[in-house]
T-cell receptor, first 109, second 114 residues
């Protein structure tokens, strides 16, 4: 079983829609969690960290459920510019980041 | 800072040839990572260095792959001999710490082995 699993999508949504991505991780020792964004043929970039209490950054909300080993990302009021691949990322503490394969989002007008 | 610099951006080579990918991390970053990205397997960690010392190379596919970091400002990933299944985008990233969420990635090297 892969350490980080995501639904690859693609998710095709109209502008203004709300979309949610899910991610599960297999190692209960994982300590830190993040979402990265990768545009087509570009490098990955940090979108936001994920905290146990849940956190919000504008239209983006991230949630963590340690008991279920589950991470989510909610995007409200989708924009065309949100079209990208969203990578779920975990870290066991002191080791390198482990990336999921990503979920592709396509927002259309 | 110019960010993480990788070269070349694209490389097309014939099976059996040696390929060398290069990376210059951000000055002051103690950690350097090599990742490989394919459609099938996503972004996989190959190896990472701390202060120029290899810490974990368990992701290196086989003996054909080797990586070095002779100094704090330069690293290479070498494939010898190359095979078509090595075709992928190879990313180098650097960070202040391994657990830091902020990895700065280079633009990647798109390798095609024919």
């Amino acid at each position: 079983r892969k350490e980080v699993e995501q639904d690859p999508g693609p998710f095709n949504v109209p502008e203004g829609a709300t979309v949610a991505f899910n991610c599960t991780y297999s190692n209960s020792a994982s300590q830190s969690f993040f979402w990265y964004r990768q545009d087509c043929r570009k490098e990955p970039k940090l979108l936001m960290s994920v905290y146990s209490s849940g956190n919000e950054d504008g239209r983006f909300t991230a949630q963590l459920n340690r008991a279920s080993q589950y991470i989510s990302l909610l995007i409200r009021d989708s924009k065309l510019s949100d079209s990208a691949t969203y990578l779920c990322v975990v870290n066991k503490g002191g080791t390198a980041l482990i990336f999921g394969k990503g979920t592709t989002l396509s927002v259309s007008s | 800072d110019a960010g993480v610099i990788q070269s070349p951006r694209h490389e097309v080579t014939e099976m059996g040839q040696e390929v060398t990918l290069r990376c210059k991390p951000i000055s002051g970053h103690d950690y350097l990572f090599w990742y490989r990205q394919t459609m099938m397997r996503g972004l996989e960690l190959l190896i990472y260095f701390n202060n120029n010392v290899p810490i974990d190379d368990s992701g290196m596919p086989e003996d054909r792959f080797s990586a070095k970091m002779p100094n704090a400002s330069f690293s290479t990933l070498k494939i010898q001999p190359s095979e078509p299944r090595d075709s992928a985008v190879y990313f180098c990233a650097s960070s202040l710490t391994a657990g830091s969420p902020i990895y700065t990635f280079g633009s990647g090297t798109r390798l095609t082995v024919v």
